[in-house]
């Protein structure tokens, strides 16, 4: 995998003075299940303040009794100077959960102890990889069948490769074993290997596609794998008049997909073994044996799945189940996490087989993949002996989470503005945000109250703020598709807190996001291709509009993704967390998505004008491409895509987009700024401005352009203080005065913020006294509304304001090079390409007419 780091300079160390940073490990849920774990996998990103870490290979891992630990760590991000900002850290821990266990990292350290035991080595040959972790030998090979070609434990087959594999049944009842296509090494480690390997299958009559892709990840001394299977429909939606519904043309419909494990003994595996939920025994269970989960059962019959096992029947609600097959010689054993919320899915055991049904058989209708959709399964199987828990695998039920202390994440710098929750002195502030997760009214709650769950649904936020003019007795159905990055905001929290519950929203939200709500596919406009998908249309039910925000439905317009809903940098921190490569790829792409999206070589206009579209940059109207959202949103997620990958073309394309829309001189009036229901999002762009600048200071970068951004910041929040005022002191001119506004007024307290580091004197006084002001007016009235816990006023509080304790009144920005007010030009109107392109054609139509009415006169009388 590569990214900006290889593209960066490497510090020079500093000397052997150490730091110790405590790790905190505790599995993510206090759900029952695995209490102590030996040697469990934990793979976990760790900040590091710039200056503080040269080289990761100096880091040292130390256990709860002070004994040094094996540790593997990758670069993920440096720092200008080549410091260290994030690294991945892989090691294997022994825990108690019944009892505080804390490791420690040592930094600053001149070399790493050595430590003994097993380590995995990837081998290739002209026609395989082999992955040997110390307890078992994987091997790929192109043309096998998927994803393993053989798996051998102590030297001897554990599976029949004859009868292993992915299976793939389509709605005809045609089966298909996609091959192995491509295989290639993402992490080489020595604790934790991962091979991502590639397949497809096609239809020749009707040439739809389907895409799989899986990400094995292999661990030193362990027959465990854990494996991450994605299934993508490539193919582009049909959409007719904007309308993206369930049955529309690019769909592929399945009747199942299976991962099917037989063992090498075959019908020698003499027993079956299932604990069906979390905290149960492992019972024999007699053969053939199916676990199906057919629903969330969160109805008020409470019957979510069932489980048969010869003859023998019985229900319950919610499983995740573990199941094996034994025998004297071998062990098979798996474990889908998040087996009910991703319902429907299964489980069967015969005496020699076991199928883990991804899109069962046994529901009622084919499983309809939406072109340009995907879902990703993770799943988990032992080869042999799990030994980190007594119960097999119990620890992939609930897995550990490590986590630094909030004083170390905040201090570290690595994301700006953050200060531990509990030294936040306005209570009020950080009680709004943790209404997600404590009172009558948690994220969670909302999730089942409208049964957010499904392999499609689970993972996304409930928009109840959609629902608050609802007369109908059954609550509407809104998503919310990360509106305002509310991973982000999770994932700030969490850094924050160390409340485990944070990273379970950022991580369930991040899958979801990377799977169903971003287009996955190459083969529509460029404007939609690897877009990301509005939340549903505003006070109307998603339907069957599914996560695409446009149902067909009365007074529901139709549209497509916009720049003015892409929200990528919670991805990205998401990616330096966890190390999860999707998560990175999805923020670059959406990085990418703008540049393409702009790009007018790629439009149907393009035979008129090859210029940009200002598609990037157009906010509520195509005419309109001054401060905005869509430019801001575009600005942040080019600054993304540059800080993943180093690649100048996303900042350069930032820098053109804040030139296209904002400028020094610009006749601040004309914008007609304070029509709040057409122009509120300016504040947007000027939060956007202020990050650019942050972000140009981290470079050391203080060119012209900074100064350019510097001065219009300057000068728009200048214009603020003698006009702005909180949004619900005139709610005549709004059309839905509701909670939002109030919470929308903390945006202006950032734009404040940003703007007092930036100023001196009399300016930065009053720019200091208007953040405090809008602060406090914002926190005052959300808090006073009883509507105050809907999920779009808690996502801005969550994302918005931190820069009021973690921004001190002292701070201030350098001013960089001083040009004159004739160094930047006067404004410039932007003209998008359509108008430019109409407006060329009229004017080719125009003078075809002239010629045309010539060749007529010259004809009748010149030559008649």
Not at 556 to 572: I, K, T, W
């Amino acid at each position: 995998m590569t990214n900006a780091v290889a593209e960066r300079p490497t510090a020079s160390p500093s000397g052997d003075v150490s730091t110790r940073v405590s790790i905190l490990l505790a599995p993510a849920s206090a759900e029952g299940g695995a209490s102590r774990r030996v040697g469990e996998p934990v793979t976990t990103g760790l900040p590091f303040p710039q200056g503080s870490c040269v080289d990761a290979e100096s880091l040292q891992l130390l256990d709860q009794y002070g004994r040094a630990r094996r540790l593997q760590t990758r670069v993920l991000d440096r720092w200008p100077d080549g410091s260290i900002r994030w690294a991945l850290l892989d090691f294997q821990a022994d825990v108690d959960d019944r009892v505080r266990t804390e490791y420690e990292v040592l930094v600053g350290t001149a070399t790493r102890t050595k430590i003994s035991g097993p380590r995995i080595v990837i081998s290739a040959s002209e026609d395989r990889l082999t992955v040997d972790t110390g307890a078992a030998d994987f091997s790929f090979a192109q043309g096998a069948a998927f994803p393993f070609s053989a798996v051998l434990v102590n030297g001897r087959p554990a599976i029949d490769p004859t009868r292993t594999g992915l299976l793939v049944e389509d709605a005809s009842g045609r089966t298909i074993a996609p091959t192995v296509e491509s295989v290639d090494v993402e992490e080489d480690g020595p604790l934790r290997a991962v091979v991502r390997c590639s397949g497809s299958l096609g239809d020749e009559g009707t040439r739809a596609r389907l895409d799989v892709i899986a990400r094995c990840h292999f661990f030193a001394g362990s027959a465990t794998v854990r494996i991450v299977l994605t299934v993508r429909n490539p193919q582009p939606a049909a959409h007719p008049g904007g309308y993206w519904t369930l049955g529309s043309g690019g769909s592929i419909f399945l009747r199942d997909v299976s991962l099917r494990l037989a063992s090498a003994g075959g019908d020698g595996v003499s027993s079956v073994r299932c604990s069906a939920e979390h905290g149960t025994a492992h019972a024999i269970c007699e053969a053939p044996f199916e676990l199906y989960q057919h629903s969330s059962g969160s109805g008020s019959g409470g019957d979510g799945y069932r489980v048969r096992a010869g003859s023998f029947e019985r229900h319950g609600r919610r499983a995740c189940p573990v199941v094996s097959l034994s025998n004297q010689l071998q062990t098979i054993a798996t474990v889908m996490p998040h087996f009910w919320q991703n319902f429907p899915k299964g489980i069967e055991a015969t005496h020699g087989e076991v199928a883990l049904r991804l899109f069962p058989r046994q529901h009622a209708d084919p499983h309809e993949i939406q072109g340009g959709e995907q879902k990703t399964h993770t799943l988990y199987v032992a080869f042999n002996r799990d030994g980190v828990t007594n119960a097999p695998l119990d620890w992939c039920r609930t897995p550990l989470v490590a986590r630094a202390e909030p004083s170390w994440y905040c201090a570290s710098g690595a994301v700006p503005y953050l200060v531990p929750a509990a030294a936040d002195r306005d209570r009020a502030y950080v009680a709004l945000g943790e209404s997600a997760v404590d009172g009558d009214d948690t994220f969670a709650r909302k999730r089942d109250l409208v049964d957010e769950y499904g392999w499609r649904d689970f993972g996304d936020l409930y928009a109840d703020h959609e629902a608050v003019f609802q007369t109908e007795r059954a609550p509407l159905v809104s998503h919310y598709n990360n509106q305002y990055d509310a991973i982000a905001g999770f994932g700030w929290r969490f850094l924050r807190s160390g409340d485990p519950r944070w990273w379970t929203l950022m991580s369930e939200l991040a899958s979801h996001v990377v799977d169903i709500d971003v287009y996955h596919t190459d083969g529509d406009k460029s404007a939609y291709n690897h877009a990301l998908f509005w939340h549903t249309y505003h006070y109307v039910d998603a339907g069957t509009s599914t996560h695409r925000s446009y149902p067909k439905r009365p007074n529901v317009g139709g549209g497509g993704p916009s720049a003015e809903h892409n929200y990528p940098a919670g991805l990205l921190l998401h990616y330096f967390l966890t190390g999860d490569a999707q998560s990175r790829e999805t923020a670059v792409g959406l990085a990418q998505w703008v540049v393409d999206m702009d790009d007018g070589r790629r439009s149907l206009f393009r035979w008129l004008d090859r210029g940009d579209t200002g598609l990037a940059s157009m906010t509520g109207s195509p005419l309109y491409h001054g401060p905005g959202r869509g430019a801001a949103n575009s600005i942040v997620a080019l600054l993304t895509g540059h800080r993943a990958t180093g690649d100048a073309k996303f900042l350069l394309k930032a820098e053109q987009l804040i030139r296209r829309c904002i400028h020094p001189r610009d006749d601040i009036g004309e914008r007609n700024l304070l029509d709040a229901e057409r122009r509120w999002f300016y504040t947007v762009f000027l939060q956007a401005l202020g990050k650019y600048l942050d972000y140009k200071i981290e470079l050391q970068s203080l060119d012209a352009m900074y100064q350019y951004a510097r001065t219009s910041l300057l000068q728009y929040a200048d214009w603020m203080v003698d006009h702005e005022y909180p949004y619900l002191d005139r709610p005549e001119i709004l059309e839905y005065p509701t909670e939002t506004w109030a919470a929308q007024d903390m945006r202006k307290s950032d734009v404040f913020a940003f703007a007092a580091k930036h100023a001196s004197g009399r300016a930065r006084d009053r720019f200091l006294e208007r953040a405090e002001f809008f602060f406090h007016a914002s926190v005052s009235k959300l808090s006073s509304l009883p509507t105050r816990t809907l999920t779009r006023p808690v996502v801005l509080m969550l994302t918005n304001g931190l820069m009021h304790a973690g921004c001190p009144a002292s701070a201030t920005a350098p001013e960089g090079q001083q040009p004159s007010a004739a160094d930047f030009g006067v404004p410039m109107h932007f003209v998008p390409q359509k108008t430019r392109a109409l407006d060329r054609a009229r004017a080719i139509a125009a003078t075809m007419s002239l010629v045309a009415i010539a060749a007529v006169i010259f004809y009748f009388y010149v030559l008649g």
